[in-house]
């Protein structure tokens, strides 16, 4: 697979760096990723803007512009010859003398073929656990991802597909994906604070209001369990209904009519993009 | 320099990660570092005993006893013909297929010129400032200093040297570095909870005895700012009198005289080991 590492299209076997690098001494990084359909870029406008973002609030400068990024990116797809692919847009705090501060950042974007949630996975929905946790600069798309992949094994153990965060005031997000909740009233509601805000969770919020009310506010764990329709967002898994939280059965353990029609709306917006 | 990745000995320009590692895709891996003095490691069994736990906590391997770090370690040692040096242990998440689940780690040993504090420095001390936040996993020595390296542009902006965290029951510990208190009334004081168990903490909790009562519990920033000394304790900064926190004086704005006695005691010591 082709991969470009700041000026250099190169084999992705040889993308390759050097240990002094922020994110190897520091975990200091941040990354964006997005995904292909028919070979033609879903939301790159909205994962650039966020990349961007991400870049100015960790103090990194990208010296490419944005048509530039966006050239290199068209020039992945094509190279890797893939209709359904991931691109993944890395930027270090780049090699550091002394492994602290930040200097001239690394630019590192790949493409890779990607897995993506089918609508048999989405008839089965998935169980998930809770866990209190909240990332250090959450409105950063970085690769803080200490705590998910440590809780790897506590979800092995609890048989469970994913985990939500939460903190004293909201449950928050998944480690890779944002979270909705449909109320017994039918309301559709999701946290607003403390969250990465994801691509997918914008587009879910920009087709809901011709379906049924939309709030953004804090949810409580018990607001949580007491849900009528669970599901989360990202990327990859687009909406993926969460039948068991815990030992708790969400509605009928499959999912919702709201759930659905939020899914096939996002089905038709992906086509139309 | 050389440097060791796995099973050889490279020179340390060679020293590569392929951008699948853990540590590049999500900030996992840990480390431990120490000096050597007059081409003798210091302290090294803490930092290896250290190294090894931080490892089981994460859920990595050591595929070396050691025995064999040790025989690696004196290796590097030798070849850097370097007698004041810093090595640095470093083990991943590895090579992931998926970017998200551990796989077999990799192993880096470096060993470059390392600087340390001078008497002069000790002599000045440092101006510090205080924030509040918590590190998630604190007792393992991880790759987790988003938030420190975050905040560089900050501690230049308030003209300081390095930031203590603190969290809602107390002051904890700086982002490499423990801190002490000396009260009004001569004791020793620092934090047991929430912390990195330093390697020079360990020492000066053995040395001070003879010199002063000793305690180990919460101090609240209130505290902090009324300790007639305070000082911080790393493997680099040996000990260092902080003078200055906020717009607060400390003492009279040079080493007190518990913190020079300690100073004294713990410079003895390392050349003793």
Known sequence: M?????????DSKNALLHI?????????????????????????????????HSAEKMFLQIDKNREELIFIIRTL????????????MMLTGGYSPDGYNITQSNLVITCNPVRISSEEEFEKGIKIITYKYQRTLPHIK?????????LQSLLKEKKAADVLYYNQDSITEFPRS?????TKKGILVTPEENILMGVTRKKILSLAPTIMPVEERNITPD????????????TTKKIMPVTVIGDKVIGNQAPGDYTRKLYRAFLDAEQLS
Do not use: C
């Open 2 to 10: 082709p991969a470009f590492i700041n000026n250099d299209f190169v």
């Open 20 to 52: 002094s690098d922020l994110s190897i001494q520091r975990g200091y990084a941040i990354f964006d990723f997005f995904r292909t359909v028919n070979g033609k870029p879903l939301f790159m406008e909205d994962h650039l803007d966020r990349f961007y």
């Open 77 to 88: 797809i094509e190279k890797s010859e893939i209709t359904e692919a991931g691109i993944r």
């Open 142 to 150: 970085s690769i803080d991802y200490q705590m998910a992949v440590w």
């Open 178 to 182: 944002n979270v909705f909740i449909v």
């Open 223 to 234: 607001e949580l369990l007491n849900a009528s329709e669970v599901f989360l967002t990202s």
